[in-house]
Each structure stands twice: as structure tokens, then as C-alpha cells.
């Protein structure tokens, strides 16, 4: 068998492990599983058949209607939101045949809904903006949006509540508990299922447990909170990205290492070439000193990434061959830590994993 260049092993075990620690962050709630962007890079039809399959779950969540039809193809069977919606009115017919929710997040929805000659039931979610200024219909509409919407012969009985946080990531942050304060004001007294807790807001903040809570980013183990460790959080790596050792090069004191020689050997040392790059998805901004982990030992970069390979210091390391293992993140090298070396965030690396790296879930 030919070895991968580059390889990202996916573990069921993890997915299912912080799946089940989401519910317990939240057991009075039901728990909606976000596996938009092909579930973070994970691919989302194989996250959705297995939380279906051990019924860890009860319902997904993604961004786009392609998407939501993708899973349907692939059998998928629980509730499926789709947080973007309706764009077209001809979508209607797609979301009754196909049983998906719909989130109302814009006026030119409900004008759809009311202008439908389809007679159906179709679950609607009316998005409220309490503060993100993204999607979501303001507060002083909600009244009269929400009788529009009660009025429409296409929309089923309940309609559910759900809104979205800005800052959840921050314990400290004033504006998730102001957000959450609008959304409950605005609701008032109206019956239905109502959520608005996120990842982070599933962990941090416990007064925005509703009905239903979204997981994404604590599903696939990384930390959702700022400053904390998903170790701590009790989160587990699901996607760890591996590559090789592909050479081991002898420097002498002064040597430029890579493009713009923007690293010089500070001393004679020894340099691993690894087998890769921003080709295959790791963060070309990750700066020296970017950790790495080689047979157990860590190890650092040295110099810039290129497209198909990076360059790693071994000082302190020893016994390192040709064909050993890399940890580029996973296991004992956390994605938020690469994140922050890059100065990104562990959404960009997870969704950056090129077609080119061979994929395998374990």
C-alpha cells in the first residue's frame, strides 16, 4: 500500500464521545447536530449516519438547501433545519417534499410563504436578531411577522423561536446574556419551542438552554470558548491530520531555511522536511514555532510553509527517520492552539482540508 502523503483520520468514538457531552452540558435539551460545510470538513453525510445510526442526536442542522438535499439522498431520516432558509419561492415545494425545516429570518420569506399555492405544513423557525446584525427579523417586527406567518395555510401550526450569539465565546462578554434578555422580551408570551445556545453558549451559559441547542464546533472537538482548553471542556480531537517525514537535512550555523530565507539556522543543527503544506490544507500563515509532533516529541517549524511541504526544527529530538509520523493537529496537539499560531480559528483549518489528503474514518 502506498503511504498518504497527507492523511486525516476521523474517530467515531470521538464524535460520538462529545456528542453525548454535549447532552450533558444540556440534559433538559434537545440537541441539533450543525454539520453545514460538510460538517466542518468532516463530511457531513458520514457525521449524519453515524449520530443517526447510535441516535446521539436529534436533529441536523445546515447552512443551504443543496446541502440539507444531499443528506436526504443519503437516506438520512431525522429533522433537518436549514438555518439560510428559503431564497426562492420555488423552493417551497423542496422543503414540504423533503420534510426540512425552514428558518424565517427576512420579510420576502413570509411574503413567500403567503404567495404559495402549496397547501402544506411546512416547520418554520422565525429567526429574531437580538444583536448579531446578521440574519434575523428585528424586534419591533416580531409581533406582526409572526401573525403573518400563523395566517399562512403553508406553515405548520407551531412556529418555533431561534436566535443566534455574537460573543458566547467570551465568559466575560455582557452581550450574550443582553442578547439573551432581548430574545425572552421579545418572545414574550407567545407559545413555542424556542434556541438560541451555540457551542459555546451550550458550555458558558446555562440560562439559554432551551428547547433545542446547536452544537458545531464542540462536535468535532475543538474548543468553543476563549483561553480554555477542549481537553478541559471535556472534548475529543475528532479530526487528526497527519503527514510524513520525507527527509532530514543537515544545517550549518547561518543556513536560510524556505522561501524569502525568513529563518536561519541559529546554530548546526538538524531540519525535517514533511510531506505537507498549504496545498493539502495546513495554514501557510502559521508562524516558527508552530508545533508539530514527531515519534512523541515535539518539534517546531522553521520557516515558511510552502504548498506541498513544511520544514520542522529537531532540536531536542532524537531518532527521527524517513516515512516516521507527524502530528500537524489531533491528538496531543490541539487544532486551537495551530489556530492561533496562524492567527485564524479552528472553523478555517477544519473547512481548509484540501481534496488532495486522503481521508479515513476509524
Known amino acids: 500500500m502506498i503511504l498518504a502523503a497527507a492523511i486525516v483520520e476521523f474517530s467515531t468514538a470521538a464524535l460520538l464521545h462529545n456528542a453525548r457531552t454535549a447532552r450533558e452540558y444540556a440534559p433538559n435539551s434537545k440537541l441539533i447536530a450543525v454539520i453545514k460545510a460538510n460538517a466542518y470538513g468532516h463530511g457531513a453525510v458520514q457525521v449524519a449516519r453515524i449520530l443517526e445510526a447510535e441516535a446521539e442526536v436529534d436533529a441536523f442542522a445546515v447552512a443551504r438547501l443543496d446541502e440539507a438535499l444531499s443528506l436526504r439522498d443519503a437516506g438520512i431520516k431525522k429533522k433537518i433545519l436549514v438555518l439560510q432558509g428559503f431564497t426562492q419561492i420555488e423552493e417551497l415545494t423542496i422543503f414540504h417534499e423533503h420534510q426540512l425545516d425552514a428558518v424565517v429570518h427576512s420579510e420576502y420569506q413570509i411574503e413567500y410563504l403567503e404567495n404559495s399555492q402549496i397547501n402544506a405544513s411546512l416547520s418554520v423557525w422565525l429567526k429574531i436578531d437580538t444583536g448579531m446584525n446578521r440574519l434575523g427579523v428585528q424586534p419591533a417586527q416580531f409581533k406582526l411577522l409572526l401573525t403573518r406567518l400563523r395566517e399562512c395555510r403553508s406553515v405548520a401550526d407551531e412556529v418555533k423561536f431561534m436566535t443566534h450569539f455574537a460573543n458566547a465565546d467570551d465568559r466575560q462578554d455582557r452581550k450574550t446574556q443582553q442578547q439573551e434578555s432581548?430574545?425572552?422580551?421579545?418572545?414574550?408570551?407567545?407559545t413555542g419551542q424556542k434556541s438560541a445556545a451555540n457551542s459555546a453558549a451550550i458550555i458558558a451559559f446555562p440560562v439559554a438552554h432551551y428547547d433545542w441547542n446547536r452544537a458545531g464546533l464542540m462536535l468535532y472537538g475543538a474548543s468553543p470558548i476563549l483561553d480554555e482548553s477542549a481537553q478541559v471542556l471535556g472534548l475529543k480531537p475528532v479530526m487528526n491530520f497527519y503527514a510524513r517525514v520525507i527527509a532530514v537535512q543537515q544545517l550549518q550555523k547561518g543556513d536560510a531555511v524556505g522561501y524569502g530565507g525568513s529563518w536561519i539556522a541559529p546554530k548546526n543543527m538538524c531540519l525535517a522536511v514533511v510531506s505537507a503544506g498549504y496545498g493539502d490544507g495546513y495554514p501557510r500563515a502559521a508562524k516558527s514555532g508552530t508545533p508539530v509532533i514527531i515519534n512523541n516529541q515535539q518539534a517546531s517549524l522553521a520557516g515558511r510553509v510552502s504548498m506541498d511541504m513544511l520544514t520542522v526544527d529537531l532540536t531536542g529530538c532524537n531518532d527521527i527517520n524517513i516515512g516516521d509520523k507527524v502530528t500537524l493537529w489531533g491528538d496531543g496537539l490541539p487544532i486551537n492552539e495551530i489556530a492561533q499560531?496562524?492567527?485564524?480559528?479552528?472553523?478555517?483549518?477544519?473547512?481548509g482540508i484540501t481534496a488532495r489528503v486522503r481521508r479515513v474514518w476509524l
Open 182 to 190: 432581548c430574545f425572552i422580551e421579545t418572545i414574550n408570551d407567545e
Open 341 to 351: 499560531s496562524a492567527g485564524t480559528i479552528p472553523y478555517t483549518l477544519m473547512c
